[in-house]
């Protein structure tokens, strides 16, 4: 029997898109549900540091059902604006919750200016993300990148977080991502991840390349 991937994670799409990609590599997982009021999130500037206090955390609230061979994800990501020197970054879920979509996006459209070129270049922006993951005592980590840049309006549909406003860079026929403005085999052509659906936003996103980084260095791989 394959081994269970206990997810810890509070956010049905982050579990959604994961299980997606998890499922195809042979492994089922399940989301690890842990109290909010029992965890707590460090204020570190590096979103790996947060990866692995979640994991020690998750070593205390394990399910019953936990398998000899089953394993633990953590996985946190953020939205790096490059006009803003990275911000949101390692603070993203604050500014989601606070100022939101909206507010990124008029926060952005104070800086922009008259030339189309570097008005473009003003909402360059990368979501990161890093995996760890536990397994028989050992943490790995994982990460992704995935570039972009910040619409001019939200483009709602079945996402969540900051997708409405994120629109992922083209990628080539080996799925590398190009330069902003180059057309490739992959396109989501002016969608954002918010108008797309899981499995077309699993083509560009910093999820799918973390847990791709990160099993791809099991001993099984
Ligand atoms: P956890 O319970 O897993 O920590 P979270 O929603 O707090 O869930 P993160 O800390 O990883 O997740 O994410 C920080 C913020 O960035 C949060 O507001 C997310 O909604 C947003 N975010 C993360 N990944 C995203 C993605 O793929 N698309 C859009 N927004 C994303």
Known sequence: MS??????????????????HLSNLGYSVKQLVVDEAEL????????????????NQALNH????????DMILVEDAG??????????????SFVHSTIGNLGVIRLLNHLSTEDP????????AEFRAVAALWCNGEITIGEGICPGHIGDELMEGNGFGFDPIFIPYDLDEHKNPLPAGNYGAYSTHGKTFGAIDSVAKNKFSHRVRALENLFSQLPSA
């Not at 707590?40 to 994991?55: C, G, N, T």
């Not at 394990?62 to 061979?69: A, I, S, T, V, W």
């Open 3 to 20: 081994p269970t991937v206990w997810f810890l994670t509070g956010n049905e799409g982050k579990l959604a898109e994961a299980s997606i």
């Open 40 to 55: 707590y999130e460090p204020q570190a500037d590096s979103l790996e540091v947060v990866a692995r206090s979640k994991i």
């Open 62 to 69: 394990l399910p019953e059902q936990f398998g000899n061979n």
């Open 79 to 92: 939205l790096f604006i490059k006009a803003l020197d990275g911000f949101p970054g390692v603070y993203s």
């Open 117 to 124: 070129v570097s008005s473009a270049n003003l909402r360059a």
